[in-house]
């Protein structure tokens, strides 16, 4: 039902003195946190927009000091009248395990009387019901931060993961628990998708007047469904436009959002304009090249309407020239805008060896403030994922999380099923953390080969791409038959299904492990040095001639020999 918008009490100037208290404590915080950390970019792929009618949400995990590790969380029967503790659970954990952070709050809701097996890392990402998550922070406005709810982003994707049945249900349970106990964490955007469906749920906060126990709402949010045959995007910036609260089809969202706007002065309901979520609640572009992401996203996704797109004022979805299969999702994961005039492989920032990778603030230069480009590949990334949801399998087999750990350009996808019973030891809990260098971890062997790359990244990842194709086309290619096995296995003993999942996603993370340890060695014997050493030969390849002109430009001083 459409609301009525009327402000509900005179509360606007204290609201305002309270907000700029929080509004300075918000700036001290993103100045204390490195800019690189919002960097996450979220893809949304719907059955009819893919090769095989999969629903899929695709993530890069930016940040650099968070837990890289996954684990599988069992299906759990509950006593009646059980309560569940809301836990601390960060985003960032200085490089540790989850486990190393994760505290009691003393907060407790009830708990449902069966709660679903899924796969979790930051968030939760897939369940046995084949519901998946995606995440970007898109900050909003500091007016709406509030240090009184008990939940953050974290804990709501878990729990959807364990009550959600649907996409639906899933924004549904998140939209109803933050209003009813209050949300304290950024404005923050999760792509939502389940077999037949895939929607973007946003969220902020209500704002520094709201404690536990009022009837003011907790939480705003939003959510919006992209249609059949379309891809979308968010990249920490809010994209859903205008609401439309009389279409129930195609948004969902919780109370007061539209009085909340107006008692701000954030909207004028007798301007005549719709209202819109991204403009008059988030005031969307806080971050000026958000959108250059998700303009890349479309742009490759649909490259016959790249030159209709306008980045500052991109559309909620597009159509795609192509169906998209789990290779076209990953591609557009490695993107560094090569072939644009961004191009992150060109200039005198990418070095001689054309190293799209970039890291670290930049100082003010004369009273100048600069930023290095954001692409959808970073450096800092922990790890990408891309999920599958497909309506025509069974639940155990349907449900798939591809996983590629650190930087995704030089990465390679693992298959993990939603049904396994438990993950590798290669991956989960066993595998280290950002201070704990493991051979036996997945995400070392591929962050090393990643650091090493620097070294000469024009040559050297075009060595790692033809060890990747080598691992990773054959998952893809494998795929079919090993779900063909699955189902017939599944007909007969679903238990022995699963366990035979189980044991191939183990056996193939455990082979990418080995191999890119592998490569690792003779990437280092071959790149020592400075020089190439191949085929019983070795060479010290030239300075490219386009960068050495680029340094004779800019050189001020006696740094060449002439």
Excluded at 167 to 195: F, N, S
Excluded at 255 to 263: D, K, M, S, T
Excluded at 449 to 465: E, F, G, H, R
């Amino acid at each position: 039902m459409k609301p009525n918008p009327v402000p509900r009490q005179a509360l606007r100037p204290r609201f305002i003195a309270l907000s700029l208290t929080m509004a300075l404590a918000s700036s001290i915080l993103i100045l204390a946190m490195s800019s690189a950390t919002f960097a996450c970019s979220v893809m949304m792929v719907t059955p009819g927009a893919s090769v095989d009618g999969s629903a899929s949400v695709m993530q890069t995990a930016d940040c650099g000091s968070c837990a890289f590790e996954i684990e599988k969380v069992p299906a759990k029967d509950w006593p009646e009248g059980s309560t569940l503790e809301v836990l601390y659970l960060p985003q960032y954990t200085g490089g540790r395990q989850l486990r190393d952070v994760i505290r009691p709050t003393g907060n407790f809701i009830p708990q449902v009387p069966h709660t679903y097996g899924y796969i979790k890392g930051i968030f939760g990402m897939i369940n046995e019901k084949q519901v998946a998550i995606a995440e970007t922070t898109t900050m909003n406005r500091d007016e709406c931060l509030n240090a009184q709810g008990i939940f953050d982003i974290t804990n709501l994707t878990m729990l959807a993961m364990e009550r959600a049945s649907t996409a639906r249900e899933a924004i549904q349970i998140m939209g109803d628990l933050a209003v009813e106990y209050g949300y304290k964490d950024w404005g923050e955007a999760l792509a939502v998708a389940d077999p037949h469906e895939v929607w973007l749920f946003e969220i902020c906060g209500p704002g520094a007047l709201w404690n536990p126990g009022t009837d003011e709402p907790g939480a705003f949010w939003v959510a919006q469904r992209v249609p059949d045959g379309h891809i979308a995007a968010c990249c920490n910036d809010s994209v859903i436009d205008i609401v439309d609260f009389n279409d129930s089809n195609n948004f969902m969202y919780g109370p007061g959002i539209v009085e909340f706007a107006i008692e701000m002065g954030w909207y004028d309901q007798l301007s005549g304009e719709p209202f819109s979520w991204r403009r008059h609640f988030c005031d969307a572009s806080a971050f000026e090249t958000c959108a250059r992401r998700v303009w890349r996203i479309f742009c490759l996704a649909s490259p016959s309407l790249a030159h209709t797109l306008d980045e500052t004022n991109l559309p909620f979805s597009i159509p795609v020239d192509r169906k998209l299969s789990i290779a076209d999702i990953a591609a557009i994961c490695r993107d560094h805008y090569e072939g644009t005039q961004f191009d992150l492989t060109k200039g005198i920032m990418a070095g001689p060896w054309g190293t799209p990778r970039r890291k670290g603030e930049i100082p003010t230069i004369d009273g100048q403030d600069y930023s290095f480009q954001i692409p959808i590949s970073v450096p800092w990334c922990e790890y990408s994922t891309i999920t599958q949801s497909r309506a025509w399998l069974p639940d155990p087999i349907g449900g798939v999380l591809w996983y590629a750990p650190s930087m995704a350009d030089g990465s390679n996808f693992v298959p993990v099923y939603s049904s396994v019973t438990s993950i590798s030891p290669s991956l989960n809990a066993e595998a280290g953390d950002h201070h704990t260098l493991l051979r036996t971890s997945y995400w070392w062997a591929v962050s090393a080969v990643n650091t090493y790359a620097d070294l000469k990244y024009s040559y050297i990842i075009k060595d790692i791409q033809a060890a990747r194709k080598n691992l990773e086309e054959l998952s893809w290619a494998l795929q079919p038959a090993v779900e063909s096995t699955a189902i017939k296995m599944y007909v007969q003993n679903p238990e022995l299904a699963v366990e035979f999942l189980t044991d191939y996603c183990a056996r193939t993370v455990e082979k990418a492990r080995d191999a890119y340890w592998d490569l690792l060695d003779k990437l280092m014997c071959k790149y020592n040095a400075w020089t190439i050493t191949e085929h019983g030969t070795i060479t010290t390849p030239p300075i490219p001639e386009e960068f050495t002109r680029m340094m004779i430009k800019l050189d001020t001083g006696d740094y060449f020999r002439w």
